[in-house]
């Protein structure tokens, strides 16, 4: 292997690793509060206007820990293809509710990393950090695929370069 090579594939490796700590970090902190908090969270979903009333308490709920282990299954890099996928859809629901309500003029509360209905308020500067998580999201899955198909072209080489 060439030394450019082990170069990149350092790079890529450094890359892959930090994202996906990023990532692990955003989606337990946003957990946290969510979970002691259900009751305030349930109200920062209804405020968004964009789910039956049936589903709001049943997404306050769930939401959270579904959060949580995400960000657990990234933290201890477990599960990738499906944490990196899942983080990417979920950060793109996050981001198109949030320009959404945005367009529709809402003053609501965020309800991303604090429950408190006075705190972070949804505005430009919280469209583009959940797009900078969307981008986060997004090569963390890409890299995850370069990951797995690299390793699997290697066994395949490494295969077929015992056979007789």
Known sequence: MSRKQISTDARLTLLYHVTRLVMAGVFIY?????????????????????????????TALILPWLELILGACLLVNRWMAGASALAAVLMALFVGMILFNLARGLDISCGCFSTAPDEDPITAMTLARDILFLIFSLGLAGLVFVKRTHCIGKTILANEKRKP
């Open 30 to 58: 946003a957990s946290i509060d969510k979970i002691i908090h259900p009751d305030l969270f349930a109200q920062a979903v209804y405020n968004y206007q964009v789910l039956p009333g049936y589903l709001v308490n049943l």
